[in-house]
């Protein structure tokens, strides 16, 4: 595998082949900072997204057990190559790694492998925990415990996964890492309606996630994404997407706060911190 590999990470429906659709299309277009700069391999699980995106619809869900590895060599306008290993895979394996505390081998070789890790997170499917955090205690009291079931809030849930993958991937101790850089994108960014930085709306939703992620690695990046640019249904075509084509559609939110379309922009970030 290369060296300039990338895991992507995110749990079921955080949009990781809807992204994978649009930049794959980015890359081959080649207009934005990385293009495609030889023959992709196993385009297969992009395919039916990408001909959904055709017809101005959403596309379905990834199969649980899916897990392939696409491979698309990409170099930049100053001539760097690099070779983007993207995963396709059903959500429910990040989910169950998580709650089983359990990483399948396969998963080892490729956290061991890649230099780099973007974490996908859809800030609008995250549970908000509640906790004295955010409750005065004086609500608190006299609430049944019994009765509730026990659930560990989202941003521990999220931490736990980073934790265990830097145990797994052998990560030599010392923080803050460098390695593996780090990436955060906020997906489906459309949604949420806010308008400041995507530090900042990382800070407001998952407070200790945020605090995590700064007081563990040396340089972490937060973007935001819409792959889309606005919603999709499965089932009833967006007329303005067909006729002037899903290429037309997205963005990403760069650290500053300022827009960009170029869907390539969150892999170029990672890749330059590799150099
Ligand atoms: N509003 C909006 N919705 C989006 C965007 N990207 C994806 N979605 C929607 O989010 C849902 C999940 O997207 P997927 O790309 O299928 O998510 P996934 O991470 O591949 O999910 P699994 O295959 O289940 O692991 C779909 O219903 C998409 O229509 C976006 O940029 N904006
Ligand atoms: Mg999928």
């Given at each position: 595998?290369s060296?300039?590999?990338?895991?992507?990470?995110?749990?079921?429906?955080?949009?990781?082949t809807?992204?994978?659709?649009q930049?794959?299309?980015?890359?081959?277009?080649?207009?934005g900072h990385?293009r495609?700069?030889?023959q992709?391999?196993n385009?297969?699980?992009?395919?039916?997204?990408?001909?959904?995106?055709?017809?101005g619809?959403a596309?379905?869900?990834?199969?649980?057990?899916?897990y392939?590895?696409?491979?698309?060599?990409?170099?930049?306008?100053?001539?760097?190559?690099?070779?983007?290993?993207?995963?396709?895979?059903?959500?429910?394996?990040?989910?169950?790694?998580?709650?089983?505390?359990?990483v399948?081998?396969?998963?080892?070789?490729?956290?061991?492998?890649?230099?780099?890790?973007?974490?996908?997170?859809?800030?609008?499917q995250?549970?908000?925990?509640?906790?004295?955090?955010?409750?005065?205690?004086v609500e608190?009291?006299?609430?049944?415990?019994?009765?509730?079931?026990?659930?560990?809030?989202?941003?521990?849930?999220?931490i736990e996964?980073?934790?265990?993958?830097?145990?797994?991937?052998?990560?030599?101790?010392?923080?803050?890492?460098?390695?593996?850089?780090?990436?955060i994108?906020?997906?489906?960014?459309?949604?949420?309606?806010?308008?400041?930085?995507?530090?900042?709306?990382?800070?407001?939703?998952?407070?200790?996630?945020?605090?995590?992620?700064?007081?563990?690695?040396c340089?972490?990046?937060?973007?935001?994404?819409?792959?889309l640019?606005?919603?999709?249904s499965?089932?009833?075509?967006?007329?303005?997407?067909?006729s002037?084509?899903?290429?037309?559609f997205?963005?990403?939110?760069?650290?500053?706060?300022?827009?960009?379309s170029?869907l390539?922009?969150?892999?170029?970030l990672?890749?330059d911190?590799?150099?």
């Amino acid at each position: 595998m290369s060296r300039d590999s990338i895991l992507l990470l995110g749990e079921s429906g955080v949009g990781k082949t809807h992204f994978g659709a649009q930049l794959l299309r980015r890359l081959m277009k080649g207009d934005g900072h990385l293009r495609m700069s030889g023959q992709a391999t196993n385009l297969e699980p992009f395919e039916a997204a990408l001909e959904s995106l055709n017809e101005g619809k959403a596309a379905g869900h990834t199969a649980t057990s899916t897990y392939v590895d696409s491979i698309w060599p990409v170099a930049d306008a100053a001539g760097h190559h690099a070779e983007l290993v993207w995963p396709d895979y059903g959500g429910e394996q990040v989910k169950s790694m998580i709650s089983s505390r359990r990483v399948p081998n396969a998963w080892r070789a490729r956290v061991r492998e890649s230099p780099a890790w973007l974490l996908l997170i859809r800030l609008q499917q995250t549970r908000f925990g509640e906790d004295i955090f955010s409750r005065p205690l004086v609500e608190l009291r006299g609430m049944s415990i019994e009765n509730r079931e026990l659930q560990i809030s989202d941003q521990a849930r999220l931490i736990e996964l980073l934790q265990m993958l830097v145990f797994v991937g052998g990560v030599a101790a010392g923080n803050p890492l460098d390695r593996p850089r780090l990436g955060i994108l906020l997906t489906c960014w459309d949604e949420l309606g806010f308008d400041g930085t995507p530090a900042a709306a990382l800070e407001g939703r998952l407070p200790m996630l945020a605090a995590f992620v700064r007081s563990n690695w040396c340089t972490p990046s937060v973007m935001g994404l819409s792959a889309l640019g606005r919603p999709l249904s499965p089932h009833d075509r967006d007329n303005d997407y067909v006729s002037r084509g899903p290429e037309h559609f997205g963005y990403v939110v760069k650290p500053d706060g300022s827009r960009s379309s170029d869907l390539t922009l969150p892999i170029q970030l990672l890749l330059d911190g590799l150099r």
